[in-house]
């Protein structure tokens, strides 16, 4: 098992850009794939999408004008960027390893994303 | 896209009841299907991969079943744990979509 926290600004102003990184920590970045899931209150889930450690993605396709994830292995984290964000946006952002045949394994706690001005 | 039918959307139960949870896929996954327990305030924990491979840790009490589009989640005999709400999601393709979910709550 991996440890996964996510951080970032938990409020951003509507048309604005969401930043958020995972940090994985008790282990390695390597060799695996990386997913963002998202949780509006009192929803169910979306997947946002994966990243692998080569910087290779798949985004869903309801998302996918407007995310970009990276990676970067030096720092062991990798980062989402959500732009011209809207009330629509604000959710419980979590960051999850996906060990591909099985699933998504570690989770973050999560970080909640108001979008407010 | 694919997606994911739950059902049923809450269910009522009592400690020591057996349980069953249905997931529907609208086109064949395979048996790539995952279970996942989330309580309030919590990150979803994964309960069962591809189907019915019980996660490391994960009470032997919960199982997996099913291919294709019609899948199941038993819980042999419910604990007081385990009243939580429970998601299924395919990652067969992509996107790899969540069912609504599935409320278990106490009798």
């Known amino acids: 098992q991996v440890q996964l926290q996510e951080s970032g600004p938990g409020l951003v102003k509507p048309s604005e850009t969401l930043s958020l990184t995972c940090t994985v920590s008790?282990?390695?970045?390597?060799?695996?794939?990386w997913s963002w899931i998202r949780q509006p209150a009192g929803k169910g889930l979306e997947w946002i999408g994966r990243?692998?450690?080569?910087?290779?993605?798949n985004y869903n396709p309801s998302l996918k004008s407007r995310v970009t994830m990276s990676v970067d292995t030096s720092k062991n984290q990798f980062s989402l960027k959500l732009s011209s964000v809207t009330a629509a946006d604000t959710a419980v952002y979590y960051c999850?390893?996906?060990?591909?045949?099985?699933?998504?394994?570690?989770w973050g706690p999560g970080t909640l994303v108001t979008v407010s001005s | 896209d694919i997606q994911m039918t739950q059902s049923p959307s809450t269910l009522s139960a009592s400690v020591g009841d057996r349980v069953t949870i249905t997931c529907r896929a609208s086109?064949?996954?395979?048996?790539?299907l995952a279970w996942f327990q989330q309580k309030p305030g919590k990150a979803p924990k994964l309960l069962i991969y591809k189907a019915s491979s019980l996660e490391s840790g994960v009470p032997s009490r919960f199982s997996g079943s099913g291919s294709g589009t019609e899948f199941t989640l038993t819980i042999s005999s419910l604990q007081p744990d385990d009243f939580a709400t429970y998601y299924c999601?395919?990652?067969?393709?992509?996107?790899?979509?969540f069912g609504q979910g599935t409320k278990l709550e106490m009798k």
């Open positions: 990243i692998y450690s080569s910087g290779s993605t």
């Open positions: 999601q395919q990652y067969d393709n992509y996107p790899y979509n």
């Open positions: 008790t282990g390695s970045i390597i060799d695996y794939y």
């Open positions: 999850a390893r996906d060990l591909g045949s099985s699933a998504l394994g570690d």
């Open positions: 086109q064949s996954i395979s048996i790539w």
